[in-house]
């Protein structure tokens, strides 16, 4: 009996200390994330009202019934709020509809869908293996790799990718299109930036790092779609 309780005692703490050291990493993430995300002042990447609720002023400009919170990872579908923050990752389904601001400190999984009506800003702090439609204007910051699917809707997408892209990127509607705007910090193959190149948006200029390609400006198929590699 004696024996068992040690052990017991043994997993006890040894659980407890995983879990704290989670929490700790979840929440220097979370800091580092505001902090990010504070800096991106001065264009059409500046999160207005995420900010406000960082600097603890958000009651003045939100109503608390349209912000949720989430400390981890995702653990249900979430519809219905304009300002989203998930500390963790996503695993789940998004819904939005009008003005919004989705930050996920962490990655998009295989698993994690975003659906999007109106004015969407969108932050993802690691990957994003998921998949976003959007129907409307779409700002989309990732701070990790892009290796999932997204659609784009009316009038604009807008994208900026630190990390390498390999994934693909179509339009809501394949008839009247939208304009596409994605600079990718990273590195794509040719053949990924083809078949953006290649796509039924209006308009594409998409900027990016490509072994295979020297430094250029290049027309694509279609004389309003324009790479440009560094």
Avoid at 117 to 129: A, Q, R, T, V, Y
Avoid at 184 to 205: N, R
């Amino acid at each position: 009996m004696k024996r068992f309780f040690v052990v017991f005692l043994s997993f006890f703490l040894l659980t407890t200390e995983v879990f704290s050291k989670n929490d700790s990493d979840i929440i220097d993430r979370w800091a580092d994330t505001q902090i990010y995300i504070s800096s991106l002042v001065g264009h059409q990447f500046e999160f207005f009202r995420s900010v406000t609720l960082f600097r603890g002023r958000g009651q003045f400009l939100i109503d608390q019934n349209q912000y949720y919170k989430v400390e981890s990872n995702s653990t249900g579908d979430i519809n219905g709020y304009s300002v989203i923050h998930i500390l963790g990752d996503l695993n789940d389904k998004i819904s939005v509809d009008g003005q919004n601001e989705i930050i996920i400190a962490g990655s998009v999984s295989e698993k994690g869908m975003i659906l999007a009506e109106g004015i969407n800003k969108i932050f993802i702090g690691g990957d994003f293996s998921g998949q976003i439609e959007s129907a409307d204007s779409l700002e989309l910051y990732i701070k990790g790799s892009f290796q999932g699917f997204l659609k784009g809707g009316i009038p604009t997408t807008n994208i900026v990718i630190e990390g390498n892209y390999k994934g693909v990127i179509d339009p809501t509607d394949k008839e009247q299109g939208g304009m596409l705007y994605i600079d990718v910090k990273g590195s794509a193959k040719k053949e990924d930036l083809d078949s953006i190149c290649k796509s039924p948006f209006t308009q594409v200029y998409a900027v990016a790092n490509v072994s295979s390609m020297k430094s250029g400006i290049y027309d694509c198929d279609n004389e309003k779609h324009r790479l440009t590699v560094r």
